[in-house]
């Protein structure tokens, strides 16, 4: 029991945290990779010579941790001659470094990396290193060479390319610095600098308490300070890499920033408890130093959530489920567009010149698009738009928005579809800001029921259902429960989100377009939008069972009518939309109304829906019989003269509408007329006599409002 750290005893700790890092950061980096097809725009900088940037960053990597490794031999030795000891040394160990750079990707990183990318990549790089170290020193015969100086070699070297790479990444004016990236308040920069402080002192004490309180003169090690150096070398490099100190700039959520902390204390436990294998600590000590780290990472995470947990909020844009709050649905904005004599949206006020736009689309750019280009071309006239003021890309990257001029283009297409961007309302509005006056965006949408049709198309009938089942509840629950968004945005990065239709044109309009027209291609909705007038932000929105919506009452005077939803999140910004393009049937409801699923249509049929108008009814803004709440959109639909007898009577729950049943908007507004000219002669008798019409009409004839 002497020496019981050895690896058999071990390895199945170190595999799990290994397994932990390795593939969380192999995650990371796919998340962090660029894989963007521009088209027709400016590509990121990058070397001018691959080739030479790889062989320039293995020579320095290689030449530092030579260096070191030497000037620890030379220290260790007292002595300025190399033995064989040495050369067998050195070769295990230059071997481990490139082994470890090679599953790190460390010898890919380029001078343009972000400083947190750097160094995760080299913090991960070293500790595979000290993986492969561990198992060459199983090789019987080289037991004995001196770990402490290899371990101290690393580290050091760890320090040094560290410095290279970011100091070389912030000499380019292509790199953006960490502080220009991520804008802190002063009260945000103090709350951290008391964090760093107080986080400091928290690790001294522990590593006091446990550790050098328990070193006394007789028992005094080298490796046990060297070790305590690397546990606060390891604070600050991990710190840096996760962004520890400042959560509530870079985190999501409070789940995420959780996740941050997890991280930082996983890397630094991991690493020391990997040391502690290599330099073949005695259990006594081991557990001191685990112990210290294990009651660190317990108080500073209470200490994370005592500063931070109310300054963190949830900074996605997904439509949140608010319980028992009323949202207010305020009628759309409308704004006229361009449409020629052939329907065709066109852009007529460019410069007087012949435009190439519908050439370099149709041959160049779309070439591999026909059915989209054939979209295009019967939605927009194409030819009006000016070569020189349109771009295309095929991107979900936010760079490529934000390095664009504000209003600069008449057209703005990007075939990447809505679900995999980022804040999909920030992209939006980014987005409309590059457009001038008039100006077209066109995208793509992936609407959640073409996911269930392209699992049909993969799979049998009955593994689709069940597919379709899981990410049914992954995709479009868990986004909408305050219990669970903040799992679910933390896991899937919001991309590949699961966006209705409605929800992702009604996303356009609020964001300030008018939806022009669009068309399916291979379960892919293209679609074509106007930057319209002025854009006037709404408070923030959010997703709730009860909404109410402004109606005309009594007087002209605006009433607020509260509902239950049945329609899609963001569906109220495309009333004009549905109806432009579905018209009225019978009843006066919008045709083939795509904003209402499944479930919407029962809860209408069962009246449901209707239930929280009783809230209208107690507060006296609605009587128990009488005219239907309308719109201001609605009641244009309506005779001027009608219009305005209508506005001096107060509207009911029960509309004359379910006594007489008419079809059309005409019928509509003759039921109307002829219930107003009976009430004013007689209102209570008129009022019987309509309510018990209509209930026989709901519960014996199963007449329903939808």
């Given at each position: 029991m002497e020496d019981f750290f050895t690896v058999q005893i071990w390895l199945p700790i170190f595999a799990i945290l290994n397994k932990f890092l390795i593939e969380g950061w192999f995650n990371l980096r796919d998340e962090l990779e660029i894989n963007i097809n521009l088209i027709n725009t400016v590509q990121k900088t990058s070397p001018k010579n691959p080739l030479q940037n790889l062989l320039s960053t293995v020579i320095v990597s290689i030449l530092i941790y030579l260096v070191t490794f030497s000037s620890f031999y030379i220290i260790s030795e007292r002595a300025f001659y190399f033995t064989n000891e040495y050369f067998i040394s050195l070769g295990l160990f230059l071997l481990s470094i490139v082994f470890g750079a090679s599953l790190s990707r460390k010898f890919s990183l380029v001078k343009q990396d972000k400083s947190?990318?750097?160094?995760?990549?080299?913090?991960?790089?070293?500790?595979?290193?000290?993986?492969?170290?561990?198992?060459?020193?199983?090789?019987p015969g080289i037991n004995q060479i001196n770990r402490t100086y290899i371990l101290g070699s690393i580290f050091i070297g760890l320090v040094i390319e560290s410095f290279y790479f970011i100091l070389s990444s912030r000499s380019r004016k292509s790199q953006v610095s960490f502080v220009k990236q991520i804008k802190l308040s002063v009260e945000q920069i103090k709350l951290s600098i008391k964090f760093i402080l107080l986080d400091g002192l928290i690790l001294t004490l522990f590593c006091y308490i446990e550790i050098v309180h328990n070193i006394i003169p007789g028992n005094y090690k080298e490796k046990e300070f060297f070790l305590l150096g690397l546990v606060y070398l390891s604070w600050v490099i991990s710190a840096s890499a996760t962004h520890k100190f400042v959560p509530a700039a870079v985190a999501t959520g409070r789940l995420n920033a959780f996740e941050?902390?997890?991280?930082?204390?996983?890397?630094?436990?991991?690493?020391?408890?990997?040391?502690i294998i290599f330099l073949q600590l005695e259990l006594s000590t081991a557990v001191n130093f685990i112990g210290a780290l294990a009651g660190y990472s317990l108080v500073s995470s209470f200490l994370f959530m005592f500063l931070f947990a109310d300054k963190i909020k949830n900074k996605t844009d997904e439509a949140t489920v608010v319980f028992l709050k009323a949202y207010e649905m305020n009628d759309p904005v409308t704004s006229s567009n361009g449409k020629n004599r052939n329907?065709?949206?066109?852009?007529?006020?460019?410069?007087?010149?012949?435009?190439?736009?519908?050439?370099?689309?149709?041959?160049?750019?779309?070439?591999?698009?026909?059915?989209?280009?054939?979209?295009?071309?019967?939605?927009?006239?194409?030819?009006?738009?000016?070569?020189?003021?349109?771009?295309?890309?095929n991107s979900d990257e936010i760079q490529d928005i934000h390095m664009r001029q504000p209003d600069s283009y008449q057209l703005f297409i990007n075939l990447r579809v809505l679900n995999d961007q980022i804040k999909l309302n920030d992209y939006l509005l980014d987005v409309r800001k590059t457009l001038i006056n008039g100006g077209v965006f066109v995208g793509a949408l992936l609407p959640h029921h073409y996911r269930y049709r392209r699992y049909l198309k993969k799979h049998s009938f009955w593994i689709a259902n069940t597919i379709y089942f899981f990410d049914f509840i992954w995709k479009r629950v868990f986004p909408k429960l305050p219990i669970t968004r903040e799992i679910y945005f933390a896991f899937s990065k919001e991309k590949d989100r699961a966006i209705s239709l409605a929800e992702g044109l009604g996303r356009l309009v609020y964001c300030g377009f008018k939806v022009l027209d669009l068309a399916a291609v291979d379960d892919v909705v293209y679609f074509a939008a106007v930057k319209?007038?002025?854009?006037?932000?709404?408070?923030?929105?959010?997703?709730?069972?009860?909404f109410k919506m402004k109606r005309i009452g009594k007087d002209g005077k605006p009433i607020y009518v509260y509902k239950l939803r049945t329609m899609y999140p963001y569906s109220e910004f495309i009333q004009d939309f549905v109806y432009n393009h579905n018209k009225l049937e019978a009843g006066g409801k919008f045709k083939d109304d795509f904003r209402v699923p499944a479930w919407g249509r029962l809860f209408r049929k069962l009246w449901i829906d209707e239930l929280p108008m009783l809230i209208n009814w107690v507060k006296r803004e609605l009587k128990f019989v009488g005219v239907r709440p309308i719109s201001n959109q609605y009641l244009s639909l309506y005779s001027k003269e009608h219009q305005e007898r209508r506005k001096n009577f107060k509207p009911g729950l029960i509309p004359p509408f379910y006594a007489d049943m008419p079809k059309t908007i005409e019928e509509i507004e003759l039921s109307e007329k002829k219930y107003l000219d009976a009430y004013e002669?007689?209102?209570?008798?008129?009022?019987?006599?309509?309510?018990?019409?209509?209930?026989?009409?709901?519960?014996?004839?199963?007449?329903?409002?939808?």
């Open positions: 947190e990318l750097i160094l995760r990549t080299l913090y991960l790089s070293s500790f595979i290193t000290l993986l492969c170290l561990i198992i060459l020193f199983l090789i941050i902390q997890v991280k930082f204390y996983l890397r630094i436990i991991s690493l020391i408890v990997i040391s329907g065709k949206y066109g852009f007529y006020n460019s410069e007087a010149m012949k435009s190439v736009v519908k050439h370099k689309l149709e041959f160049e750019y779309l070439k591999e698009y026909e059915e989209v280009f054939s979209v295009l071309d019967t939605i927009l006239e194409l030819k009006s738009f000016d070569i020189r003021k349109s771009v295309i890309i319209s007038g002025t854009y006037t932000p709404i408070k923030k929105f959010f997703y709730g069972p009860i002669k007689n209102p209570i008798k008129t009022d019987i006599k309509y309510f018990t019409k209509a209930i026989n009409n709901i519960l014996v004839k199963k007449k329903r409002s939808a």
